[in-house]
């Protein structure tokens, strides 16, 4: 495995896995473990939140979604369900598929040749019947995140221009990616605060205890570090 592999131990060996390092300290070691680890591609930054909830509670789950100011590095092919006026806005705005039955059928059929699904309300009776195939794989349109909605045009271009979906899992964690390695340090960091400032903002009121648990931040083929939460408490006071 490539965890176990020389260059990877080198970058681990950079990261003092007790300590927790303050959000421009962390990111500046994220920078070296990349230089230290290597890879031939532009790995993807990712971040893990730990809050103090139990998302079996429908009243304490977290979910939404963020356009990250400097986006994510990644091509995101935008499937769009919607008919008329709507889907011509959706060509127009870049969407890569846009349809309605006949998008249904050629899913039904085995296409998933895309990363997100965007409808317009009158067309979930369609989508709905997708269930099985676009639930878990975490592509269902939902207006919680913006992916059901009349503004197609505007979820195209937010889609393709770097916005983020993310939910707490059954442990309380919100996974979510930032960027890539190849990012400038300050461009990381900006993604990462717009990221968790609305994680934060998005405290449930029936959460008991402590809220903002922990933050580790990692690369695909990286070690994770953990970040000292002071920071972002002292501006959500």
């Known amino acids: 495995m490539a965890q176990n592999g020389k260059k990877f131990r080198a970058a681990a060996a950079l990261v003092d896995r007790e300590k927790r390092y303050p959000i421009s300290e962390g990111f500046a070691l994220l920078k070296k473990t990349v230089e230290t680890r290597g890879t031939k591609y532009d790995q993807t930054v990712d971040v893990a939140i730990n809050l103090g909830v139990d998302p079996k509670h429908a009243d304490q789950m977290v979910r939404g979604a963020v ?3 400097h986006g994510t590095g990644a091509t995101v092919r935008v499937a769009v369900f ?4 709507r889907a011509t806005e959706a060509g127009n705005a870049g969407a890569d598929i846009v ?10 059929e ?13 067309m979930m009776g369609v989508v709905g019947r997708l ?12 207006p919680k995140v913006g992916t059901v909605t009349m503004d197609v045009a505007k979820a195209v271009r937010d889609a393709k221009g770097g916005k983020v979906d993310f939910r707490a899992e059954k442990a309380g964690i919100v996974h979510a990616k930032m960027g890539k390695a190849s990012f400038a340090q300050d461009k990381l960091e900006a993604n990462f605060n717009a990221l968790v400032d609305l994680v934060m903002k998005l405290k449930p ?10 933050i580790a931040i990692s690369t695909t083929m990286g070690p994770g570090i953990k970040l000292d939460t002071t920071e972002i408490l002292a501006r959500h006071r």
């Open 67 to 69: 356009v990250l100011p």
């Open 82 to 85: 919607a008919k008329g006026e």
């Open 99 to 108: 349809g309605a039955e006949d998008l249904q059928k050629r899913i039904e």
């Open 110 to 122: 085995g296409f998933l040749d895309f990363d997100t699904v965007i409808a317009t309300p009158d």
């Open 131 to 142: 269930g099985k195939v676009l639930g878990p794989r975490g592509l269902m349109p939902n």
């Open 205 to 214: 009121a029936t959460a008991k205890g402590v809220y903002l648990q922990g």
